[in-house]
C-alpha cells in the first residue's frame, strides 16, 4: 500500500515552544544560575517561576499554564535525598502523578509534562534537562489545549464585546 | 524602615537568560522582556510581610556523650549556658574510653575522657546515662525533650539541640574468617588487648584495612580514622619487636602529625602493602596464613600470621534513622546526618536549632570531631545569646472560611506545624505554627479547597506570572 504523502505529520522544525519551568528555591533554580555562572548555552524557550519547594507546585498551577498556552511544563526539584525540606521532593512526584492523570484527561500528552531532580550543584545536569526538554516539546508541536483555550478566550473576549 | 524587603524580586535576566543565550540575542531579549514583565506582575500582587519574635530558652542538650559531645558541652558551659548531656550507656566516654592510646598524644583513651567528664561535671553540666530519648517536640529556642532514665520518664525544655551520637564499627560477619578463628579480631578489640596487656605470643600480625569502607561493604567513602589509627597500633607492636603488615589499599594519612607517625612506622619495620581483592585466610582451628592478589607485583603474597586485625570502617549507628525522624534532621547518600551546606552550613542542619558535631555526620578522627564541636559551641552561643528569635514570614496561613478541617495539609507536613483546632463547636479548622513552619509550601498542593496558600507565593502571584508570560 502506498501511503498518501499528505499524512506525513507536519514539521515542527520552525515551532518555537513555550515551557514554563517550576524550580525550587534550594535546587533546581540555583542549578539555572549555575549553568549561567559556568555559560552553559540551552535553548531560549523556557521560562523559570521560582517556587521554594517543587512540592508546592499544584495540578492548577500546571495546567493554569497549559490553558494559558504553554507548549510544555517543567517541575524541577531537589533530589530525593537532599531535597531542603526533606519530604519536599517526594510530594512534588506524588503531585506530578495527579498532575499528569488531569492532563491527560483533557487531552495533553504526557510527554509535555517533566519532573526532574536538579541539585543545586548540576548546573549541566539543567542545562541538558532543558535542552532535551525544548527539542522533545518542539518535536510534539504546539499543545493541542492551546488553541481550544485560545478559542475559547477569543469567544468570551467577542462576547464581552 | 525603607521598602519592605518582600515588596522586592528579581527578573533574572543575567544568570538565566543573558549568560545561558549568548548567541541567540533576538530571542534573549525577547525573554528578557517576558521575564520582566513576569516579574512585574508579581511585584504587583505582593504584600509587605514582617519578621516575628518569639522569646528563647538557654538551655542546651547534647545527644551522645563521646568525646564529641562532652567538648562541646564544656565549651558551651564555660560560655555560661545549661548543659545537660544524653547518653545512652551506664557512662559517658563512647569509642576513645576504649583506645589504648590516641594519636598525635599517645595518651590512653580513658585518661582524655576521664579528665573531660571531670571538667564538665566540675561545670555544673549534667550527664544524663542509661537514657533513651522518646520524643522531641517544638523548635528553634523551645524544644521540648521526653526522656527514659532507668524506666523513668523526664522532661525539660531547651533551646538547641546538639547531635553528637557517633557511629557504630562496621561489623564484619563472617567475612575473613571472623567468628571463626579465634586471631581475627577487629582494630577495637586490639585496642582492648592493647589496653589489656593482653598480646602474648604473637610474632607475626597483619592488619586488613578498608574492611567495610571505601566500597567495600558498610561505609562507600573512607573512614578517615583507620590507617592512622592502624599505624598507631603498628607502632605499639613494633615496639615489642612484633612483625607488622599493613595490608592497604592506600594509605591515607592527612592529619596534623601523622605523617610524621607513618615514617617512624616505616623506619620501625612496618610493611605496608597494597592489596586488591578478598584476603584469603586459611589455618586450622586458628588462621595461620593470610594470601593476598598484590596490587603492584601479578603475583600473590601469602604471609604467615599468629593475629589478624581488621580495620574495621564506621557506619551510621543503628538507631540513626529513628533520631533522623525524631529530630527531622536528613540523612545523606550514605546515610549519616546530613548538614544544611557541606561549605557554608557543616555542622548546622535544616532544622533550625539542631546541629551536628563528630563522627554522626562522618567518620573522623578526634581533632577533626572537636573542631566541630567548639565550632557548634560557638553556633549555639550565637543563637542563644540573643533573648528573641527572629522567624522569617514565608510561612502558610489559612482562610479558615474555605478550610473544613479535613486535615490533609497537616497529614503531608512533615514539619509538623498544622494542627487541626475546633474552633468552635463542631467547626474544624487547620492551624498553622508559625515557628515550625518551614514555608515549602507543599500543604498547599495538598489543600483541595484552596483555603492554605504560602506568603510570598501565594497561588494569585504565580497566576499573575504566568498571565503576565502569556497575555
Ligand atoms: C579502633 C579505633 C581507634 C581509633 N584511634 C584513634 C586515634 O588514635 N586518634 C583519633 O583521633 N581518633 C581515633 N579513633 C576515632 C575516634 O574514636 C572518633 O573520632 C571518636 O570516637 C568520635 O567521637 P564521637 O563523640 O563523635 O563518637 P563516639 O565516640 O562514637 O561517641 C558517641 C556517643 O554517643 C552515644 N550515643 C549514641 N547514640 C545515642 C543515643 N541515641 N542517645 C544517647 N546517646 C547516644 C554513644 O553511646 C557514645 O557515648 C579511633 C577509632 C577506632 C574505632
Same mark, same amino acid.
Given at each position: ?106 487531552? *495533553? ?46 469567544? *468570551? ?5 | ?126 550527664? *544524663? ?43 564484619? =560477619? ?66 615489642? =619487636? ?42 586450622? =582451628? ?71 558535631? =563528630? ?113
Amino acid at each position: 500500500m502506498v501511503r498518501s504523502k499528505k499524512t506525513t505529520k507536519p514539521s515542527h522544525k520552525n515551532f518555537e515552544p513555550k515551557i514554563v519551568a517550576f524550580c525550587c528555591n534550594w535546587c533546581s533554580y540555583p542549578a539555572a544560575d549555575g549553568a549561567g555562572v559556568s555559560r552553559l548555552q540551552y535553548p531560549t524557550n523556557i521560562r523559570i517561576v521560582r517556587v521554594m519547594c517543587g512540592g508546592r507546585v499544584t495540578p492548577g498551577f500546571v495546567l493554569k499554564a497549559f490553558e494559558l498556552g504553554a507548549d510544555g511544563v517543567l517541575v524541577a526539584t531537589c533530589h530525593f535525598e537532599d531535597c531542603h525540606y526533606m519530604f519536599g521532593a517526594r510530594r512534588a512526584a506524588d503531585v506530578h502523578k495527579i498532575t499528569e492523570k488531569l492532563a491527560e484527561m483533557i487531552g *495533553i500528552e504526557k510527554e509535555r509534562l517533566k519532573l526532574d531532580w536538579i541539585s543545586s550543584a548540576e548546573a549541566t545536569k539543567f542545562a541538558k534537562v532543558a535542552t532535551e526538554f525544548t527539542e522533545m516539546v518542539r518535536k510534539l508541536g504546539p499543545s493541542p489545549i492551546k488553541k481550544v483555550a485560545t478559542n475559547n478566550r477569543n469567544k *468570551i473576549r467577542e462576547g464581552i464585546e | 524602615m525603607g521598602l519592605n524587603p518582600y515588596l522586592f524580586d528579581i527578573a533574572n535576566i543575567r544568570n538565566q537568560c543573558s549568560w545561558v543565550h549568548q548567541k541567540e540575542p533576538e530571542k534573549a531579549t525577547e525573554k528578557a522582556k517576558e521575564l520582566v514583565k513576569m516579574s512585574v506582575a508579581r511585584v504587583r500582587e505582593l504584600t509587605p510581610l514582617f519578621m516575628k519574635e518569639i522569646p528563647v530558652n538557654r538551655d542546651v542538650v547534647i545527644m551522645g556523650g563521646g568525646i564529641t559531645g562532652l567538648r562541646c558541652g564544656i565549651d558551651l558551659l564555660m560560655r555560661g549556658f545549661k548543659v545537660r548531656i544524653i547518653e545512652k550507656n551506664d557512662a559517658a566516654g563512647g569509642l576513645v574510653h576504649d583506645l589504648s592510646s590516641i594519636y598525635p598524644s599517645f595518651r590512653p583513651g580513658k585518661e582524655v575522657i576521664d579528665e573531660l567528664v571531670e571538667e564538665f561535671t566540675k561545670r555544673n553540666g549534667e550527664i *544524663i546515662t542509661s537514657a533513651e530519648l522518646v520524643d522531641v517536640t517544638g523548635y528553634v529556642g523551645n524544644f521540648e525533650v521526653k526522656l527514659n532514665v532507668k524506666g523513668s520518664e523526664r522532661e525539660f525544655l531547651v533551646g538547641a539541640i546538639v547531635l553528637a551520637t557517633g557511629s557504630q564499627l562496621y561489623n564484619p =560477619g563472617e567475612r575473613f574468617g571472623y567468628g571463626r578463628f579465634p586471631n581475627v579480631i577487629t582494630n577495637m578489640e586490639l585496642e582492648k588487648r592493647i589496653r589489656a596487656n593482653d598480646i602474648k605470643d604473637v610474632q607475626s600480625v597483619v592488619f586488613v584495612q578498608c574492611v567495610g569502607s571505601r566500597g567495600d561493604d558498610g561505609n562507600p567513602g573512607c573512614s578517615r580514622y583507620c590507617c592512622q589509627a592502624a599505624i598507631k597500633e603498628a607502632i605499639h607492636l613494633r615496639e615489642q =619487636g612484633i612483625d607488622v603488615t599493613i595490608l592497604n589499599r592506600g594509605v591515607r594519612v592527612y592529619s596534623k602529625g601523622a605523617e610524621r607517625m607513618y615514617r617512624k612506622a616505616r623506619e620501625l619495620g612496618v610493611l605496608f602493602l597494597p592489596y586488591e581483592g578478598e584476603p584469603e585466610i586459611t589455618g586450622t =582451628g586458628r588462621a595461620e596464613q593470610i594470601t593476598v592478589p598484590s596490587a603492584d607485583l601479578d603475583a600473590e603474597i601469602s604471609i604467615p600470621v599468629d593475629l589478624i586485625i581488621l580495620s574495621v570502617g564506621m557506619v551510621p549507628a543503628e538507631d540513626s534513622l529513628r533520631l533522623s525522624e525524631l529530630f527531622k534532621v536528613p540523612r545523606g547518600p550514605d546515610k549519616f546526618f546530613l548538614e544544611r551546606h557541606s561549605k557554608f552550613g557543616p555542622v548546622e542542619t535544616t532544622v533550625e536549632g539542631v546541629f551536628l558535631c =563528630g563522627c554522626c555526620q562522618f567518620p573522623q578522627d578526634i581533632g577533626d570531631s572537636i573542631s566541630q564541636a567548639s565550632a557548634v559551641a560557638s553556633k549555639v552561643a550565637a543563637l542563644l545569646s540573643r533573648d528573641k528569635i527572629t522567624l522569617a514570614p514565608i510561612t502558610s496561613a489559612v482562610d479558615e472560611v474555605y478550610c473544613r478541617g479535613c486535615g490533609r495539609c497537616a497529614e503531608v507536613c512533615e514539619f509538623h506545624a498544622i494542627e487541626i483546632i475546633e474552633k468552635e463547636k463542631g467547626i474544624y479548622v487547620a492551624q498553622v505554627n508559625e515557628a515550625l513552619c518551614k514555608g515549602c509550601g507543599t500543604c498547599v498542593a495538598a489543600c483541595p479547597t484552596g483555603a492554605i496558600d504560602l506568603k510570598h507565593f501565594m497561588s494569585e502571584q504565580i497566576k499573575a506570572q504566568l498571565e503576565a508570560l502569556f497575555g
